[in-house]
């Protein structure tokens, strides 16, 4: 099992940037991977980003080239990095943890005004 604690959520005008953590209660190291959903008004949780044990990262198209997902793993912890913000990122955004199971976090909110 694992916890998973998010912070980093709020409110920013479009263009701005926010930078999401997820501090795990386990190594990352012993996690398969990592990552973000988020999930907006109205819509269906949809995946971010993912970065796996080994650093391979992957990106969901409408993020590419403006959110960068990392890790450090001496804190346990994976972070969003989220610029050039636009308004249809509003939503929120869930941390999760990939071991035999999927474990989520509790969400935090991001809201980009126009």
């Known amino acids: 099992q694992v916890q998973l604690v998010e912070s980093g959520g709020g409110s920013v005008q479009a263009g701005g940037s926010l930078r999401l953590s997820c501090a795990a209660s386990r190594s990352i190291f012993t996690i398969n991977a990592m990552g973000w959903h988020r999930q907006g008004p109205g819509n269906q949780r949809e995946l971010v980003a993912t970065?796996?044990?080994?650093?391979?990262?992957n990106y969901a198209d409408f993020v590419k080239g403006r959110f960068t997902i990392s890790r450090d793993s001496a804190r346990n912890t994976v972070y969003l990095q989220m610029n050039s913000l636009k308004p249809e990122d509003t939503a929120v955004y869930y941390c999760?943890?990939?071991?035999?199971?999927?474990?989520w976090g509790q969400g935090t909110q991001v809201t980009v005004s126009s």
């Open positions: 999760y943890a990939r071991m035999v199971l999927d474990y």
């Open positions: 970065i796996t044990r080994g650093g391979s990262t």
